[in-house]
């Protein structure tokens, strides 16, 4: 069973940093594209970040140079280097990937809190 599980999340003052990982495991053949989405309350869920499995990343507006995905391909870790965090950044962060195991499937992890405020 493939599974994502986030980590990182917690509460940060305005200004600070955060660094959410992502663990995938399981009978897992290769990884593909990576991404990052939020969903904050009341809200729908939105895309923050992602990685392709070659490397080009693509960002929101909002985070645009204050966040960095990254990815450790022998570890099957993503990461979210969350830099100038704002209050309007809380929100619960879900990882997402595209796995192949005998064919390919999009998965989802948990999600992880991350409260920005003071």
């Known amino acids: 069973q493939v599974q994502l599980v986030e980590s990182g999340g917690g509460l940060v003052q305005p200004g600070g940093s955060l660094r959410l990982s992502c663990t995938a495991s399981g009978n897992i053949a290769s990884v593909g594209d990576t991404r990052w989405y939020r969903q904050a309350p009341g809200k729908e869920r939105e895309f923050v970040a992602r990685?392709?499995?070659?490397?080009?990343?693509t960002y929101a507006d909002s985070v645009k140079g204050r966040f960095t995905i990254s990815r450790d391909n022998y570890k099957k870790m993503v990461y979210l280097q969350m830099n100038s965090l704002k209050p309007e950044d809380t929100a619960v962060y879900y990882c997402?990937?595209?796995?192949?195991?005998?064919?390919?499937?999009?998965?989802w992890g948990q999600g992880t809190q991350v409260t920005v405020s003071s």
């Open positions: 997402n990937a595209d796995i192949l195991e005998s064919r390919w499937s999009s998965r």
């Open positions: 990685l392709s499995s070659g490397g080009h990343t």
